[in-house]
């Protein structure tokens, strides 16, 4: 395991109070299943638990099953020596893993679903799981890790509580995570230990800001001079290191969104190409006059599709200052021209991009700023990203369109005074009664921008908050959930 993966589960563990000491009766889960029964015998794992299949139509050919298993075994042990005596009886031997559809392509929607029993009897004694998809069999082992724990008497592996009966899928099909590579770079091997640790939380959406105003740090083959807008020489990724990403995210059931930020925040864009700056002393927004602007969209998208296969692409819009548009005489001899106001203008670079995106087979992720300027404009399958305020959810849903929380106030990790306490509480479907429109709310995501953070502390920044909006804001919020939280003691209920 990464070690920087290892600290943030530490912390993670240390947040869940996962160990020894933990009660017998209490449910050391998180996020919380859907619905959880147990018993109150302790079951010792077998120190070489094997994984069978007995009963799927999916062979595993990629391995994603098989890794997964090593990787839980592996986050159970903790490096551990396991030197205990073997007790003879209540061994779990095995873990047996039914998937009843063959598919391995990890897609938007795919069903993340599983069932998960641990018995006390039977002979051979093993655990079983069921799940539609290899990625619901995923968050199942996920699960079941989280029931095992190295033990320090015993020196073995321990289950408590068992029989254990356990119904899962998550709330919401999109549970995002926005990491910022612009700011600060990220190496790989640091996005890599994000990802390790979003599969412990089962959130499921990478979101990858790569670029913005200070840096352009990924390799582009249609433009090859974007990337000297990276910091340095070696603060770059290949497009190799970036399909090496989605491969090993999509392993662990997470996509991977990307981001261009446009037409503001691209700055860096013109280090490379200063055609793409409205001039050498006014930088951004992206000269929206020309037409190469839009061509490097195009050869930019050109080359994502080929390595981002989500079904969707982030185009930001977000914070448009268009002075510049103004301040520069070819760009407001343009707009007379063609009889715009910097609004025009701005809407129309949004939509135009949308256009390429969707050519390229996307489905549009905008930031709200585009939505609340024109959104009867929109093309209808866009998807709303919310980050200001708490209200604009709603209105996006009643227009019909689909959303993505991220309200700052409660899901900006990099407000570093947010407490996990709004982390946790932070409702999507706030002010939204309507059952259809409550679908259109396709999940929530909480944003790590890069500011104030880099390798060395992105994680301890992360996490536990991540976590607690993973419990409950986008994992649980059933009737019995909203009840516990209305306790006075639900902090030290146990569950959360
Ligand atoms: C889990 O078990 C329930 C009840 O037996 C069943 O209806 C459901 O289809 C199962 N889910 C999965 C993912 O196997
Ligand atoms: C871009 O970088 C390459 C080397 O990586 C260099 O040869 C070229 O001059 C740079 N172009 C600009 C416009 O900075
Ligand atoms: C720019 O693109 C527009 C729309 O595709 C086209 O009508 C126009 O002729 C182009 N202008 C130039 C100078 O190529
Ligand atoms: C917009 O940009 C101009 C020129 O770069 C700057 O002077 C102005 O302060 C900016 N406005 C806002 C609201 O940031
Ligand atoms: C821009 O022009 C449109 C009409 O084309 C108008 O509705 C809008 O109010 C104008 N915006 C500004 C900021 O002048
Ligand atoms: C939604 O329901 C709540 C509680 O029943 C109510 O207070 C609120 O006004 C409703 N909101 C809308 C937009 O209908």
């Given at each position: 395991m990464a070690p920087a993966a290892a600290l943030a589960l530490s912390l993670l563990l240390a947040f869940l109070a996962?160990?020894?000491?933990?009660?017998?009766?209490s449910i050391d889960l998180w996020?919380?299943?859907?619905s959880v029964s147990h018993g109150t015998q302790k079951l010792y794992v077998k120190k070489d638990i094997t994984m069978s299949m007995v009963g799927?139509?999916?062979?595993?050919e990629k391995s994603i099953l098989k890794d997964a298993f090593q990787r839980m075994l592996d986050l159970i042990t903790l490096?551990?020596?396991?030197?205990?005596?073997?007790?003879?009886?209540?061994?779990?031997t095995c873990v047996n893993v039914v998937v009843r559809t063959p598919e391995d392509e990890l897609s938007?929607?795919?069903?993340?679903s599983y069932n998960l029993t641990v018995p006390t009897?039977?002979?051979p004694l093993y655990a079983q799981i069921q799940a539609q998809t290899v990625f619901g069999a995923l968050q199942a082992l996920q699960t079941f890790g989280q029931l095992c724990y190295f033990d320090f008497t015993s020196r073995l592996i321990e289950l408590n509580s068992a029989p254990w009966i356990i119904t899962d899928r998550p709330r919401f099909p999109y549970r995002g995570l926005l990491i910022d590579t612009a700011r600060h770079y990220l190496p790989v091997k640091t996005i890599k230990g994000v990802i390790d640790a979003m599969a412990y939380s089962k959130?499921?959406?990478?979101?990858?800001?790569?670029?913005d105003e200070q840096s352009f740090p990924i390799e582009i083959p249609s433009y090859p001079?974007?990337?000297?807008?990276?910091?340095?020489?070696?603060e770059r990724y290949t497009m190799s290191d970036a399909i090496d990403i989605v491969r090993y995210a999509e392993k662990r059931g997470v996509n991977v969104l990307a981001e261009i930020d446009v037409p503001?925040?691209?700055?860096?864009?013109?280090?490379?190409?200063?055609?793409?700056?409205?001039?050498e002393s006014c930088r951004e927004p992206?000269?929206?006059?020309?037409n190469f602007t839009f061509e490097v969209i195009d050869g930019i998208l050109s080359d994502f599709s080929k390595i981002f296969k989500f079904k969707f692409v982030h185009l930001g819009g977000d914070e448009?200052?268009?002075s510049c548009w103004t301040r520069t005489p070819h760009i407001e001899g343009w707009l007379n021209n063609n009889h715009m106001n910097v609004s025009d203008a701005y809407r129309d670079f949004v939509l135009r991009s949308q256009k390429i995106a969707i050519s390229h087979g996307y489905d549009v992720i905008n930031w709200e700023e585009t939505f609340n300027s024109f959104g009867d404009k929109l093309d209808p399958k866009t998807v709303v990203h919310n980050w200001?305020?708490?209200?604009v959810a709603p209105k996006v849903v009643a227009a019909g369109h689909r959303c993505i929380v991220?309200?700052?106030?409660?899901?900006?990790?990099?407000?570093?005074?947010?407490s996990w306490e709004g982390f946790y509480m932070n409702?999507?479907?706030?002010?939204?009664?309507d059952t259809k429109q409550q679908q259109l709310v396709i999940g929530g995501e909480v944003c790590m921008w890069g500011e104030e953070i880099d390798a060395s502390d992105i994680q301890q920044t992360i996490w536990p908050r991540a976590a607690a909006a993973a419990g409950c804001g986008l994992r649980l919020r059933s009737s019995q959930m909203t009840q516990d939280l209305s306790r006075q003691d639900w902090r030290a209920s146990g569950v959360c």
């Open positions: 996962i160990g020894p000491c933990a009660a017998a009766d996020p919380m299943p859907q799927s139509t999916y062979s595993d490096n551990h020596v396991i030197d205990g005596i073997d007790p003879g009886s209540s061994v779990l938007f929607g795919a069903d993340e009897t039977g002979d959130l499921n959406v990478l979101h990858w800001h790569i670029v001079k974007l990337w000297n807008g990276s910091y340095s020489y070696s503001g925040h691209a700055r860096s864009w013109g280090i490379g190409y200063p055609a793409l700056w409205p001039s992206l000269d929206v006059s020309k448009v200052n268009t200001l305020g708490e209200d991220s309200n700052q106030d409660k899901w900006y990790l990099d407000h570093l005074d947010a409702e999507p479907l706030k002010g939204i009664n």
